[in-house]
């Protein structure tokens, strides 16, 4: 029963401290990104910051895939992918608008020859009103729906209790035994 009251007592603390706490805007995005399987090969498509970016590795090790040439269109625009680092093909100053995007990859990897159609999706819905565009980050986080010490309170209460059930159990054992 004094646990009980112990914690109708931290209920008022807990809501002052909750109240206290600044709420914080948070923006998160993660990138319009896409995923395909070319043979042995896997490609991502990653469209960022007016980026059309192809991560290309073999499906069953995750060895990057060097030396391919890659020509995306998009918008019955075509444009040349180039190797930027070892399985990463990037192309700048792509504008695709929001929505559904058929992304048609021609690409010659290990002497094969083949085209793909790729559907990306691209959100319109930044903040930044241009799709595809990263907004700024504002550095601040969102308060936590409960505070730390509410939970580390709420602990040791659990463990002193847990304790004190024991302790009452064992004194109680000894006092039959006696």
């Excluded at 602990?155 to 159990?169: D, G, H, K, Q, S």
């Amino acid at each position: 029963m004094p646990l009980f009251a112990l914690g109708v007592g931290l209920l008022p603390a807990a809501g002052r401290a909750l109240a206290e706490e600044e709420t914080a805007p948070r923006a998160i995005y993660v990138a319009p990104r896409a995923e395909v399987r070319i043979g042995n090969q896997e490609a991502v498509l990653v469209y960022i910051d007016r980026k059309l970016m192809v991560f290309l590795q073999r499906y069953v090790d995750a060895v990057p895939t060097t030396g391919a040439k890659i020509e995306a269109t998009a918008d019955f625009v075509p444009g040349e992918l180039k190797e930027v680092a070892p399985g990463v093909y990037s192309g700048t100053d792509w504008t695709l608008a929001g929505g559904r995007n058929d992304i048609e990859l021609n690409y010659t990897i290990d002497g094969k020859t083949g085209t793909v159609t790729v559907p990306l999706m691209i959100s319109s819905a930044t903040g930044t009103g241009t799709p595809g565009m990263l907004p700024a980050a504002t550095g601040r986080l969102p308060k936590p729906a409960i505070p730390g010490y509410v939970l580390g309170i709420a602990a040791l209460a659990t463990y002193l209790a847990v304790m004190l059930l024991f302790i009452w159990r064992g004194r109680r054992l000894l006092q039959r035994t006696v």
